[in-house]
């Protein structure tokens, strides 16, 4: 072999070597502009993919990180190309619905997903979690793109239209045009809590107890008097404390002792999973709960029906009663 020629088996460590440091990162990018994991991986993969046969023309004039993110943002925006947002059921357009009416399941709409923690860079909890995600949805494309280079990122506009190929000025455009639309959605990307305190978790650990003895009450008193309630694949959502109440009291088929939860994290938030006791006495998965915290009250909880997603969160496929923290011992 001549001196000085790179073979493919080197030029391929080299840059894995480089790249695969930002892959949990760049998963979250893809998520944050798709709203999906799995379709996040799979746009990684192929950033990762167009990269590597790329790399021997890598210049260094920017930073590998960067590059990598103006691959990454550019497979993100050919794969939207003509597809539909994904939304959950408050972002439907409909109104809210009231705990007696018909639960309509629509199995035909690319629902949102939640990312689990362990999936993606957190450091930012504010860019990843739920109701911020939700809200990117909404605004096309590019502009989403813009928003999340911008404000995430940090990037100049100039960096941001190298990227897409435009202007800064067509750059600062949508920015003010994605900056009105997520101000009208109430949501900017920096007003999360970073960590959940120690009276939240003692709120969350009497939440998970008074689902165990399905205690209505107590629920109640944990949620906010607004608070809402979706739970994709079903259309409805529900607003308001009482209202959510009766809702799991006539619609959830669990009774006391029936559900137990396990605790896990999703778009930097606190999750569980809750599983559904079954005439065997095992349980198994029935839906993963994503909570938003407001003070010492739950405001908000996704309550998703895909229990696919319990093996994504690393929760197990079944429980059985030598599996339940001491907590829950008194089944029977």
């Known amino acids: 072999m001549e001196a000085g020629v790179t073979t493919t088996a080197?030029?391929?460590t080299d840059f894995q070597d480089v790249a695969n440091g930002y892959r949990r990162e760049l998963i979250a990018h893809c998520y944050r502009m798709t709203g999906s994991v799995h379709e996040a991986e799979d746009l990684v993969q192929e950033?990762?993919?167009r990269a590597w046969k790329a790399y021997h023309q890598f210049e260094g004039r920017s930073s590998v990180r960067t590059w990598l993110y103006?691959?990454?943002t550019n497979v993100c925006l050919t794969n939207l190309e003509?597809?539909?947002?994904r939304p959950l059921p408050t972002g439907l357009g409909s109104g809210d619905a009231k705990a007696g009416d018909e639960l309509i399941e629509d199995q035909e709409i690319p629902w949102l997903e939640p990312v689990p923690d362990a999936a993606v860079v957190v450091t930012e909890r504010d860019t990843i979690r739920l109701a911020f995600i939700?809200?990117?949805?909404?605004?096309?494309a590019r502009q989403r793109a813009v928003l999340i280079l911008r404000d995430v990122l940090r990037w100049s506009a100039k960096e941001v239209a190298e990227a897409l190929d435009t202007s800064p000025a067509a750059v600062n455009s949508a920015l003010q045009r994605a900056h009105a639309q997520m101000a009208d959605a109430h949501l900017s990307a920096d007003d999360a809590r970073a960590s959940v305190a120690p009276e939240q978790q003692a709120m969350l650990d009497a939440y998970v107890d008074a689902f165990w003895r399905k205690d209505i009450e107590a629920i109640v008193s944990m949620l906010k008097r607004d608070a809402i309630w979706e739970m994709p694949p079903?259309?409805?959502?529900y607003v308001g404390n009482e209202n959510i109440g009766e809702l799991i009291a006539t619609q959830c088929p669990g009774g006391t002792h029936d559900m137990p939860m396990v605790s896990t994290t999703a778009n930097g938030q606190p999750a569980y999973g809750l599983y559904m006791r079954q005439p065997d006495?095992?349980?198994t998965p029935f839906h993963l709960q994503v909570l938003q915290l407001e003070g010492n009250?739950?405001?908000r909880v996704a309550a998703f029906f895909d229990v696919d997603m319990f093996t994504r969160f690393g929760l197990p496929a079944v429980l059985t009663e030598a599996d339940l923290p001491e907590r829950f011992a008194t089944a029977g």
Not at 134 to 140: R, V
Not at 234 to 237: R, S
């Open 47 to 49: 950033t990762y993919l």
């Open 234 to 237: 079903f259309t409805g959502w």
């Open 297 to 299: 009250r739950v405001a």
């Open 82 to 85: 003509g597809r539909s947002r």
């Open 281 to 283: 006495g095992t349980f």
């Open 70 to 72: 103006r691959i990454a």
């Open 134 to 140: 939700a809200a990117l949805q909404h605004l096309p």
């Open 10 to 12: 080197e030029n391929e």
